[in-house]
């Protein structure tokens, strides 16, 4: 009894961990880029069941943010205000979370509550998925490996979709393994369930539909034996005929998903679903601006996707993933790995070096539940002591790495990148810079004497404003800037230039080295990783530059100022 009661106490003991680990994370950042426009675009579905505001995706994920909201806060939107400013849908979620009547941060709270529930969900499906492929210990590690994994803290913490994307493969995979096992045809409905959720969730939910057939076809070609649905109690043999039934399977399966579609997009129908479709597929070939290893692009890098999981992964998931299939004649037996963990993996991972939208690892977090379960199986093989004591200094070092980023764990990067410190030099995006910190730097200036001015240049959607920062726009590339007035400001002071990543990197200037001219300069703090302050007063040079930006990018209301001021510096001179 000893030996089950201790590994139920580690199972809830790093479920909690995993947990505290995300409340630290929901109570330190701020709104990031996207969430505003998914939690408006999910009331608007509950209220009108049209989705007016952001089609680029399917409706799931956006009501699963919105119902608490809506439950617990029902904030008021007010939607022909926005209408009447043509603006777009980023617009109206910053009035829903900073002028509806409810604190933002209350609506953060609730809007994110049911990700962080799905995370929690998938850290225990994963440690069951290893279980039951390789036995106790390698689900205790798969556990391990989860809890501890900055990724899944991160986007299990924020109103987004590319962690249910991740639970819903997980699910999948394991309902096939299931079946597998049990020939019971629920296992197939719960896949195909599961399987639904993701198109209903994300555009790029074929991909995950097709790894989940790989799934099935390549467990009839590994073993030749099949049960169909229709008929439980007859095993079909034989890898020709195994292949013909586990397509009737597969029509299963894929039919209960397409009724999970009809059902999620209600009255819109079928229709509304393809032009979202399509509207995804033009975005994908039109490419989106992006940053990776120094360079920007809209068209994107075959390299971009090793390159970022090889930096934004912690090692010992790379490596033990690795030796599992290095060693796979030793240890808990490979085979039935092969169908349901190793080839959909391949499939996703091929997929992403085609990805033309190269703007963070998230794309590919539905990957890092199947390369944790894979890397599980090193629990299971014959190690030596030295090779036992190399693990245990490996679990030592996940988690004090994952702990130590905490609670920016968006910003992760692994030892091979340096650190979370030195990530700006190789990836942006929701990799490092979502807007996050804004609340962070709040709270650094609050800690000191009030600037006399502060020019923030920051990349993101919320409105600083909101979180207590007193700015003045810098040139700014964000493409949906929160309106700004002007406020009084104290006759004395530092002057402070505050620079999200995404600018520093110009991914969305048409002149990438638009900041390049801070390099020189030394920052004088950098919040959460993502934003660089800079201390400018009664520096000529910094001045002159914010002159030339102002006059090519605006605001032009502060050109005037700007000018103005370097007149001051330079002692009355042109």
């Known amino acids: 009894m000893t030996r089950p009661r201790a590994g139920s106490a580690a199972v809830v003991l790093l479920l909690a961990v995993f947990v505290a680990q995300c409340l630290a994370f929901v109570r330190a950042n701020a709104q ?5 426009v998914t939690l408006a675009a999910g009331l608007r579905l509950i209220e009108t069941g049209v989705d007016d505001v952001n089609l680029e995706h399917p409706p799931l994920a956006k009501v699963i943010v919105a119902l608490p909201v809506k439950l617990f806060a029902s904030p008021k939107l007010d939607v022909p205000a926005w209408a009447k400013r043509q603006e777009s849908g980023f617009g109206l979620g910053r009035d829903l979370l900073y002028a509806s009547g409810v604190p933002h941060e209350r609506l953060l709270w609730l809007g994110r ?29 798969a556990l391990v490996l989860a809890a501890f994994e900055p990724n899944l803290v991160a986007h299990g913490s924020l109103m987004g979709l590319d962690l249910p994307m991740a639970f819903w493969l997980t699910t999948a995979l394991f309902a096939v393994h299931e079946h597998v096992l049990s020939a019971r045809v629920l296992w197939l409905v719960v896949a195909g369930l599961a399987a639904g959720c993701a198109l209903a969730t994300k555009h790029s939910g074929p991909l995950l539909v097709a790894a989940v057939v790989v799934a099935l076809f390549a467990e009839a070609l590994r073993s030749g034996k099949v049960t169909p649905w229709w008929d439980s109690a007859t095993a079909v043999t034989g890898r020709f005929r195994a292949l013909v039934s586990e397509a009737g399977n597969v029509l299963l399966l894929v039919g209960v998903a397409l009724v999970v579609i009809r059902v999620a997009v209600g009255r819109s129908g079928y229709e509304a679903y393809l032009a979202g479709m399509r509207a995804q597929l033009a975005h994908q070939a039109h490419g989106h601006p992006a940053f990776f290893l120094g360079e920007v692009s809209r068209t994107g890098w075959v390299s971009y996707f090793p390159v970022a999981l090889a930096l934004k992964l912690p090692p010992l998931t790379l490596v033990a993933a690795a030796l599992s299939l290095v060693f ?15 080839a959909p993996a391949l499939v996703l991972c091929g997929s992403l070096l085609f990805a033309r939208i190269n703007i963070g690892v998230r794309y590919a ?4 539940p199947l390369l944790i379960v894979l890397g599980s199986r090193v629990a299971t093989l014959p190690l030596s002591r030295w090779a ?4 245990g200094l490996g679990l030592v070092h996940h988690a004090i790495a994952a702990l130590r980023v905490a609670p920016h764990d968006l910003a992760f990067f692994s030892d091979l990148a340096g650190g979370p410190a030195r990530g700006h030099r190789y990836l942006a995006d929701s990799n490092l810079d979502w807007g996050q910190d ?9 800690e000191r004497e009030p600037p006399r001015r502060t020019y923030l240049a920051y990349f993101g959607s919320a409105d600083p404003r909101a979180y207590g920062v007193r700015y003045r726009p810098a040139p700014n590339s ?73 006059e090519r990018w605006g605001p032009g209301e502060l050109l005037a100022e700007q000018r103005a001021r370097v ?3 330079a002692g009355g001179a042109p």
């Not at 804004?438 to 609050?446: C, D």
């Open 32 to 36: 990031t880029y996207d969430e505003g």
């Open 113 to 141: 509550a049911p990700m962080l529930l799905l995370a929690t969900a998938l850290v225990g499906l994963i440690g069951l998925f290893a279980w039951r492929l390789w036995g106790p210990r390698a689900g205790l590690l």
């Open 328 to 342: 796979a004649r030793f240890g808990a037996r490979f085979g039935s790995g092969i169908p349901v963990v190793l």
């Open 365 to 368: 977090l539905p990957l890092v």
């Open 388 to 391: 036992s004591v190399a693990l």
């Open 438 to 446: 804004v609340g962070g730097l709040a709270r650094w200036l609050g």
């Open 478 to 550: 964000c493409p949906h800037p929160a309106p700004w007035r002007r406020e009084p400001e104290p006759p004395n002071g530092r002057e402070l230039l505050a620079v999200s990543a995404m600018n520093l990197q110009g991914v969305f200037f048409d002149d990438p080295k638009a900041y390049a001219w801070l390099g020189a300069r030394q920052p004088v703090a950098v919040i959460g990783y993502s934003i660089s302050v800079y201390d400018i007063t009664d520096d000529l040079g910094a001045h002159r530059e914010l002159e030339r930006m102002y």
């Open 567 to 569: 007149r001051e510096l």
